[in-house]
Nanobody, 114 residues
Framework: VQFVESGGGVVRPGGSLGLSCTASGITFRQVVWGWYRQAPGKQRERVAFIRESGLTNYTDSVKGRFTISRDNAKNTVYLQMKSLSPEDTAVYYC?????????WGQGTQVTVSS
């Protein structure tokens, strides 16, 4: 399985950003997908996952601000982020949503700074 994450960038506090992750080498629609992030000096953490049914789950720190979605026809999972704060600065990755089953992609850097 290979992942290509995109959409990161530099945004001011309070801003919004949308990330995309396209997966290949797998039957996309049959997989629970997740977004993870790793901030400098911290362990990688899962921020959201979405089940095959479309049901979603979020870590407390992003609830109400982040929205995960999927497009099975495009083999793509999305993460829409709003009300960003400097604490959201990290490299964002996608992988299996219940556990990071596959090798990580290159990730996409999100920097929240004034």
């Amino acid at each position: 399985v290979q992942f290509v994450e995109s959409g990161g960038g530099v945004v001011r506090p309070g801003g919004s950003l949308g990330l995309s992750c396209t997966a290949s080498g797998i039957t996309f629609r049959q997989v629970v997908w997740g977004w993870y992030r790793q901030a400098p000096g911290k362990q990688r953490e899962r921020v959201a996952f979405i089940r095959e049914s479309g049901l979603t789950n979020y870590t407390d720190s992003v609830k109400g601000r982040f929205t995960i979605s999927r497009d099975n026809a495009k083999n793509t999972v999305y993460l829409q982020m709003k009300s960003l704060s400097p604490e959201d600065t990290a490299v964002y990755y996608c992988n299996g949503g219940l556990a990071p089953t596959w090798n990580w992609g290159q990730g996409t850097q999100v920097t929240v700074s004034s």
